[in-house]
């Protein structure tokens, strides 16, 4: 007899899929052998597991909706039970004998031109390439048309020939008996892999596939503003499909080579400039080489380390739409390591003239590095 593969999860016959693995984790969190060691809990565990196995399969489940029990020996007959009608034939096959399965393959056969994949190529481009287009040569092996054939797949002269085993249906019938009665279910046929018809002289060329395997060289062009990351697609420049199939599409997965001088967010540039400490101090102007022009920025008198200068529309083109994003100067300010006696001197003057203690900054940590923290915090 067929177990009762509902009322184990307790659901009723026409729950959800979300229904029943709802009920499946609430089971399973009681009685399992980690949380329950009873051996009964681990009896139930198992089959709450098995249920769970039957009715999240749509075939199974079928199986279970006819009387059928999809886990008994020798398939799971229904009423005959195992031993009985003997496998029992899912849902499809039945349809199929009353609806014109057994009236000669409604399935029929499959084509044998088929659509061709997608294929990826991955482009590493420099931040100038990505920031304003270029027409990048590249260089793809993917399958292509067969040339001897045309995609036929047949040598020179010959044509495709209707499969004998299954007289060009695609399928071959068998018979079984069920809980139902006879019935008659289709199979794709294992001699002509189901598409009805046999290559008895196959393309030297392609050996039958109407397709053939060869690296060509093409161009993509690259719009302005693409970012690391992005695929550009070229339509039907991918794998041509069996049998000739048309061919699917490519795609270039563009990657960005780092910079030497500038970092990018987005559309935004991003460098390091250091500056002297007494340019900082004093004020200067600063010449900045963009990636397509040069551009001249003034340092304020007493600009601390750390500032940041904007220049606007010096970043990347945008990629939709106009303009461009900005460029961000990060100023790093040099403190010297070594002065001679003079600069010593002077130094220390400009320290007394701001009331600072040479002395006690010496003694706090060295005159060098505490004029530093003098000059930040009293810029």
């Known amino acids: 007899m067929a177990r009762d593969y509902y009322g184990i999860l307790g659901v009723s016959r026409d729950a959800s899929d979300d229904e029943i693995k709802r009920a499946y984790r609430k089971l399973a969190r009681q009685f399992h052998p980690d949380v329950n060691p009873d051996p009964e809990a681990q009896e139930k565990f198992k089959d709450i597991n098995a249920a769970y196995e039957v009715l999240s399969d749509d075939r ?45 393959g409604s399935r029929g056969p499959r084509p044998r031109t088929r659509p061709g994949a997608d294929a990826i190529l991955r482009l590493e481009l420099d931040l100038n390439e990505t920031a304003f287009g270029v ?10 048309l067969c040339t001897t054939c045309s995609g036929a797949g047949t040598a020179a002269g010959t044509h495709l020939a ?41 393309c030297p060329t392609c050996a039958g596939d109407g397709r053939v395997r060869t690296r060509r ?11 690391d990351g992005m695929r550009i697609r070229l339509a039907q420049q991918g794998e041509v499909g069996p049998g000739g199939g048309t061919a699917g599409d490519l795609y270039v997965e563009i990657h960005e080579r780092p910079h030497d001088v500038y970092s990018r967010k987005g559309d935004d540039l991003h460098c390091r400039v250091t500056v002297p400490m007494t340019a900082a101090a004093l004020g200067t102007r600063l010449t900045i080489k963009t990636l397509d022009s040069e551009e001249t920025v003034d340092v304020k ?7 940041t200068l ?9 990629l939709r739409g106009t303009g461009r994003g900005d460029l961000y100067v990060h100023l790093d300010v040099r403190t010297p390591t070594k002065l001679d006696a003079d600069q ?12 600072e203690e040479v002395a006690e900054l010496t003694k706090q940590g060295g005159f060098f590095s505490r004029m530093r923290d003098a000059f930040n915090g009293h810029a």
Do not use: N, W
């Open 310 to 318: 904007r220049l606007r529309a010096r970043g990347v083109p945008h």
């Open 301 to 307: 008198a007493g600009t601390q380390p750390g500032s």
């Open 60 to 104: 199974k489940r079928q199986i279970v909706d006819l009387g059928g029990d999809p886990l008994a020996p020798g398939g799971g007959a229904g009423p005959g039970g195992p031993g009985g009608a003997g496998p029992f034939v899912g849902f499809q096959d039945i349809m199929d004998a009353f609806f014109g399965g057994a009236a000669g």
């Open 217 to 227: 060289s093409l161009t993509v062009k690259i719009p302005a503003g693409v970012e």
């Open 135 to 144: 027409e990048a040569p590249i260089t793809v092996d993917t399958a292509v």
């Open 162 to 202: 209707t499969c004998e085993a299954c007289g060009g249906r695609g399928e071959v019938q068998s018979v079984q008996r069920t809980f139902l009665g006879q019935v008659v279910s289709a199979r794709p046929c294992t001699v002509c892999q189901g598409y009805g018809t046999t290559i008895p002289h196959p």
């Open 344 to 355: 010593e001197r002077m130094l220390r003057e400009f320290a007394k003239t701001r009331g």
